[in-house]
């Protein structure tokens, strides 16, 4: 999709305003706290210290490219069974952060989601539940491609 925008605009502003991709939260805008996050090509980015002129034919998924064929992601259904979130605001930066490690590790433990999920706070859970939805999400997706 192409989208006209100053050279100055930042990704985030083109996500939520151009194309209404409102799950991508701003935050801090200092790319701390994670709540911006989209996956760039797979890997975890921060949209709100990325120029969207810089982006170009890259791939960019937002927490709501997860879901396919009207079935959420099973990452995201996981975040529901185990309550991995409370008022929600960091849980589509968390959720896609989840993603990417399991792209990259679809079998990982729990020092790996730890540390996936780093770059992400959370004000609300302590991060527990949040650890065992992505724990779970990879059993879930694992079960799925047998």
């Known amino acids: 999709m192409e989208v006209a925008i100053e050279p100055s605009t930042l ?3 083109v996500l939520r ?3 209404g991709l ?11 706290c994670g709540a911006c996050t989209v996956l760039l090509d797979g890997q975890t ?4 210290t990325i120029l969207a002129a810089l982006v170009g034919e890259r791939k960019i998924t937002t927490i709501e490219g997860l879901a396919q064929g009207g079935r ?20 589509p930066g968390m959720i896609l952060a989840g993603k990417a490690l399991l792209l990259a590790n679809p079998n ?4 790996d989601v730890r540390r996936a999920i780093d770059g992400n706070l959370c004000r609300c859970t302590g991060y527990q539940k949040i650890v065992k939805a992505i724990m779970e999400g990879a059993k879930k997706r694992a079960a799925d491609l047998h």
């Open 11 to 13: 990704l985030l502003d």
């Open 17 to 19: 305003e151009s194309l």
């Open 22 to 32: 409102t799950g991508t939260r701003r935050g801090c805008e200092t790319s701390y």
């Open 45 to 48: 980015a921060h949209s709100c």
């Open 72 to 91: 959420l992601d099973p990452l995201q259904e996981s975040f529901i069974e185990h309550n991995g979130f409370q008022c929600g605001y960091c849980t």
């Open 108 to 111: 990982p433990s729990e020092a």
